[in-house]
Structures are given as C-alpha cells and as structure tokens.
C-alpha cells in the first residue's frame, strides 16, 4: 500500500503495511518483519525516528531472509529505511539507499511499476538537499513519466512530482520555469482533489 498524505512542499512517500492476525506472529517469521513494518510506520508518524529506522531496518533483515534480497517487499523496505534517513537529515545516507531500492524495484516489478516512480520522487528530494540539482531534476521528470504513463496525466501522484520539480527548479534559482510548474501542479491538485489541496501529501 503507498501512503501519501501532507504538510507544505516536500513529498517525501513511503510503503505502507498490510494488517497482520492475531496469533501469527512467529520469531524470524515474514509476518514478523510486517509486525516490525507496522511498528516502524506508528513510530514514524509519531516523529520518533530513531526507533522507527531501527523497525525499519528489522523488518528488511526478516524479510531479507524469508522472501528473499529480490522480492519487492524488501524493496519497499529499503526505500522506508531511506526515508527515515532523509527525515532525520542523513541525506547522503538516503540517497545509497533510494538507489538500492530503485535497482530492486526495476528488476522485481519493471521500470514502468508506479514503486519507481515513487523512489525516483523520493531520490529527487534527497539529492536536492544534497544540492545535486541535475541528478534531482533527471529523477522527478523520471517519476513524472513513470506515473503519468501508470495512472494518467491527472492524478495526485502525478502533481507530487511536479511539485518535487518545482522544487529542485526553485532551489536553482530558475524562478520562471519554477512558476510555470507549480502552476501546473496547482491546476492538477484542483483537478484531482478540488480547490483546497494542501496537506497533499505527505511533506518531509
């Protein structure tokens, strides 16, 4: 499940959990890495950080190991362990991570999967912070096209990514091109959501 949802500008998206029965749960066992993923998302959103990265990087070791290094789910908790990292200011640190999620993500579900676009917007935000400009604007036109090909051209997912380039534009100090995209995205979130968006989606 993706789980997207907001403060300003920064879009920052993470994989969510999948419920888990009570009385499942075994030590080392796959349900026990998504008890840890469950864990590791509460903590997060409760701004404890520090804690979740360690749920997080609990639930890849188990998952690692019961459904193997190249199985998506390990993927996506790859790109949770690097979004934890972003958010506590560990840039470069997320970035290594981001890419290895986005390699697995290619090669378990195909270049063209929504989860590529995700990473690539994910990605995006970090390099900027790094100030690789470049590298940030290759990786948000990426989620742009990975997205807009996956769901349409007017859908939230696809206005987070415009909004993620606007942001790289802006850090550049290319304020025209920077208008012109936040206006886009803007017509796009009144598309999709109405005329009040914000809190679309979740900033970091």
């Given at each position: 499940?993706?789980?997207?949802?907001g403060q300003q500008r920064?879009?920052?998206?993470?994989?969510?959990?999948?419920?888990?029965?009570?009385?499942?749960?075994?030590?080392?066992?796959?349900?026990?890495?998504?008890?840890?993923?469950?864990?590791?998302?509460?903590?997060?959103?409760?701004?404890?950080?520090?804690?979740?990265?360690?749920?997080?990087?609990?639930?890849?070791?188990?998952?690692?190991?019961?459904?193997?290094?190249?199985?998506?789910?390990?993927?996506?908790?790859?790109?949770?362990?690097?979004?934890?990292?972003?958010?506590?200011?560990?840039?470069?640190?997320?970035?290594?991570?981001?890419?290895?999620?986005?390699?697995?993500?290619?090669?378990?579900?195909?270049?063209?999967?929504?989860?590529?676009?995700?990473?690539?917007?994910?990605?995006?935000?970090?390099?900027?912070?790094?100030?690789?400009?470049?590298?940030?604007?290759?990786?948000?036109?990426?989620?742009?096209?990975?997205?807009?090909?996956?769901?349409?051209?007017?859908?939230?997912?696809?206005?987070?990514?415009?909004?993620?380039?606007?942001?790289?534009?802006?850090?550049?100090?290319?304020?025209?091109?920077?208008?012109?995209?936040?206006?886009?995205?803007?017509?796009?979130?009144?598309?999709?959501?109405?005329?009040?968006?914000?809190?679309?989606?979740?900033?970091?």
């Open positions: 499940m993706y789980v997207v949802g920064r879009t920052s998206v993470g994989l969510g959990y999948r419920p888990i029965a009570a009385g499942t749960v075994e030590p080392g066992s796959e349900a026990q890495g998504d008890f840890h993923s469950k864990l590791a998302t509460v903590l997060q959103r409760a701004g404890r950080y520090p804690e979740a990265l360690r749920e997080h990087r609990r639930s890849l070791e188990l998952w690692t190991e019961t459904k193997g290094a190249e199985h998506f789910d390990v993927a996506g908790a790859i790109n949770n362990v690097a979004n934890v990292l972003s958010k506590i200011g560990r840039d470069a640190e997320a970035v290594e991570q981001y890419r290895l999620a986005l390699a697995s993500f290619e090669r378990s579900l195909g270049p063209g999967h929504p989860a590529v676009g995700l990473t690539c917007n994910n990605l995006a935000l970090s390099l900027e912070d790094l100030a690789r400009y470049d590298e940030a604007e290759r990786q948000a036109r990426r989620a742009i096209d990975v997205w807009t090909e996956a769901f349409g051209p007017e859908h939230p997912y696809v206005a987070t990514a415009y909004n993620t380039l606007a942001g790289v534009l802006y850090a550049q100090g290319d304020y025209v091109q920077t208008a012109k995209v936040f206006r886009h995205t803007l017509s796009l979130w009144e598309a999709t959501l109405g005329p009040e968006p914000p809190n679309t989606p979740q900033t970091r």
